[in-house]
């Protein structure tokens, strides 16, 4: 048998969380599909919610990779091209996505908080770079939440993000003009 390794247990388990949901997976499962027992997992991680974790920041680091891409363009318009890609990213993705930013579940909320208050804070950044504004009160919490909500509409009734390209299109300029 292959040596069991953190990598490989990762990427089981998130294969497994984005086919039945965070709540549906067991330690055993995530190991009887690794064929190795339920205790050679807990060598790596104390727990279901641990593991959970690590699947997290790849998730999120993901998005940040995107984000951060996007950034280091030297031509295009930056500000469009991170909405853009923003819903693209939980479009093509829905079940990671929802994994991200829409579980409901106390024990993770806590868990949940700091990748995702580090992907905003990266948004934000970046939102504040490529638009050359620097908006307060909140707008862009507000436009965070606008796509947030783009995609949360769109998630289940488009198949990716081509079926939902044209509306995303149209969507993304009209945030662009409430800036």
């Given at each position: 048998?292959?040596?069991?390794?953190k990598d490989k247990i990762i990427q089981q388990a998130r294969k497994l969380f984005?086919?039945?949901?965070?709540?549906?997976?067991?330690?055993?499962?995530?190991?009887?599909?690794?064929?190795?027992?339920?205790?050679?997992?807990y060598y790596?991680?104390?727990?279901?919610?641990?593991?959970?974790?690590?699947?997290?920041?790849?998730?999120?680091?993901?998005?940040?990779?995107i984000i951060d891409r996007i950034m280091q363009q030297e031509e295009g318009d930056k500000m469009q091209d991170l909405f853009m890609e923003?819903?693209?990213?939980?479009?093509?993705?829905?079940?990671?996505?929802?994994?991200?930013?829409?579980?409901?579940?106390?024990?993770?909320?806590?868990?949940?908080?700091?990748?995702?208050t580090e992907s905003f804070e990266r948004f934000e950044a970046?939102?504040?770079?490529?638009g050359g504004i620097n908006p307060q009160n909140g707008e862009i919490y507000s436009l965070f939440l606008a796509l947030h909500?783009?995609?949360?509409?769109?998630?289940h009734r488009a198949a990716n993000f081509e079926a939902a390209a044209k509306a995303a299109g149209r969507y993304v300029d009209f945030l662009r003009k409430t800036i």
């Open positions: 048998m292959a040596e069991l390794t984005i086919e039945q949901g965070y709540e549906k997976v067991s330690m055993r499962e995530i190991a009887k599909h690794l064929g190795c027992s339920h205790g050679a997992l790596h991680f104390k727990n279901k919610t641990a593991l959970f974790s690590e699947v997290l920041d790849y998730y999120f680091q993901e998005l940040n990779s923003y819903i693209r990213f939980g479009l093509d993705h829905p079940h990671q996505y929802e994994l991200m930013f829409m579980l409901k579940n106390k024990e993770m909320d806590s868990l949940m908080q700091r990748p995702a970046a939102v504040k770079v490529a909500g783009f995609v949360s509409l769109h998630l």
